[in-house]
């Protein structure tokens, strides 16, 4: 696996989202590559329910992912149950599988 950018933190904000979280991370992550999301998308796993984003099934390089409240992830560990969990896609392999960068 590599990264297209390497991430350095050091310069994200916390100004909508709460410093070191998963949304505070995506949101930053995202600016890296020139990606605007809402600065109030809510928690984790609101950022799948909001009007204007394409919201689909495949992953997609440099997107959002967004997991449902409790939802299992690759039979490894479980979204928050109440809050969900947002990450972002860094890679994916021709094989299916896909690489994710997370805070929180």
């Known amino acids: 696996w590599t990264l297209d950018k390497p991430i350095n933190t050091s310069g994200y904000l916390a100004t909508s989202y709460e410093y070191k979280q998963c949304t505070w991370f995506t949101w930053n992550r995202a600016k890296d590559f020139g990606i605007t999301f809402g600065m109030y998308m809510g928690n984790g796993a609101d950022w799948q329910h909001q009007a204007g984003y394409t919201v689909t099934t495949t992953p997609t390089l440099h ?6 409240g409790g939802q299992t992830v690759a039979g490894q560990w479980n979204a928050d149950p109440v ?5 972002f896609v860094e890679a994916i392999h021709s094989d299916g599988s896909v690489l994710i960068s997370q805070s929180g």
Do not use: I, L, W
């Open 83 to 87: 809050y969900g969990h947002v990450a």
């Open 63 to 68: 997107s959002a992912v967004s997991f449902s």
